[in-house]
């Protein structure tokens, strides 16, 4: 099955999500691409059971990434039911001559839920491990694999990978503080997770994506300039929010008025937030039209590269037939004029000849006379 590598930047940023979070992240994607799947087992009298397995293998990753923990026959049974589909699909992929691309869609959409529900089996079983790595291992290769499906199915530009990414680290660094690194980072469980906020992070990224591929790129300098303005806007909110608290823990703290600021702040951020998202997102856009650009002027390099070794090594046997043309023309022109000589000389010896003929005639004309 293809596979579409997520950008480097996104597979360095999963790496450090709790469990929850990558829970979340591959069950957005088997949400977004699950009814190519499931229309298309919809459409088969015997296709009803896959498509349930398809839908609930999101749901219960959801779940898990809200908090909940599993039910292990349950899990099993969805999980081998995806596992069926997944055969279902591929197989009638195998037997069709030309594989469609609702078959095609079908089986990445598939592979989406096994992803989610093979990541949410795994965070749950990491939550009682005493070594907790490998399964949290599992967790993170099926968060990557169910972005990569996703993408494989279209219209997955790598900045919604970047938007949802950053509305998990928003959410986690909510519940758990920042500086909690132990239990807000992988491979911790990590907090639970409103999964409506991140789909609906995702819906409006891919929106946003959308418009962005029909409007003209941003200017880089542009670009620069915002974020950099969105940095500093950043800066001088965490200063004021920094001074609050020294206000908050005075002696003369006024519990209505740190309570209003505190509302004020958190609004500014939400909205600060949302502004360095977008501008963070473009440029992954950005980055990531440069990255194909160049990818295009590189393979036109090595075409124009084919083409000039070609016509070098045509010139090259060309020269190399001109030289032996040459040669096999000395050639010609030697054996000719050795033909021409050698003529000169038959010609020289037929005269000589023809004269000894003439004198013999003359010497012997009289006594024919006489006789």
Request: charged residues 30%; negative net charge.
């Amino acid at each position: 099955m293809p596979s579409r590598r997520s950008p480097a930047a996104v597979d360095d940023l999963l790496s450090a999500l709790p469990l929850r979070a990558l829970v979340a992240f591959a069950a957005c994607w088997a949400r977004t691409v699950q009814d190519r799947a499931t229309d298309y087992f919809d459409r088969d009298a015997d296709g009803g059971r896959r498509a349930d397995a398809v839908r609930l293998a999101a749901v219960l990753a959801e779940q898990v990434a809200a908090g909940t923990r599993l039910d292990a026959d349950e899990a099993a049974g969805v999980e081998e039911a995806v596992v069926e589909a997944l055969m279902a699909v591929g197989a009638a992929a195998s037997e069709a001559e030309d594989e469609d691309d609702a078959t095609r869609e079908a089986a990445f959409a598939a592979n989406c839920a096994y992803a989610a529900i093979d990541a949410a089996a795994a965070a749950d079983a990491a939550a009682d491990a005493d070594e907790p790595l490998d399964d949290a291992r599992r967790v993170l290769v099926a968060a990557t694999t169910g972005w990569e499906a996703a993408g494989a199915v279209g219209g997955l530009p790598p900045e919604v990978a970047v938007a949802v990414h950053a509305e998990l680290t928003a959410q986690v660094s909510e519940q758990n503080g920042t500086a909690d690194a132990e239990i807000a980072s992988f491979p911790a469980v990590g907090p639970p997770i409103d999964f409506g906020r991140v789909l609906q992070i995702a819906t409006t990224a891919r929106e946003e994506a959308a418009r962005a591929a029909e409007a003209p790129g941003d200017d880089i300098d542009t670009l620069r300039a915002e974020l950099a303005d969105a940095k500093a806007e950043a800066a001088a909110l965490r200063a004021e929010a920094a001074r609050a608290a020294e206000t908050a823990e005075g002696p003369d703290a006024d519990a209505k008025a740190t309570d209003d600021l505190e509302r004020s702040l958190r609004a500014t951020y939400t909205e600060r937030f949302d502004k360095l998202r977008r501008v963070v997102a473009r440029c992954v856009a950005r980055r990531a039209g440069l990255a194909d650009l160049a990818i295009r002027l590189s393979a036109e390099q090595a075409d124009l590269d084919r083409r000039e070794a070609e016509l070098r090594s045509a010139a090259a046997e060309n020269e190399a037939e001109s030289e032996r043309l040459d040669r096999d023309a000395a050639t010609h022109a030697d054996a000719v004029a050795a033909f021409r000589a050698e003529r000169e000389r038959h010609e020289v010896a037929a005269a000589a000849l023809r004269e000894a003929v003439a004198v013999f005639d003359d010497a012997t004309e009289p006594t024919t006379a006489e006789a």
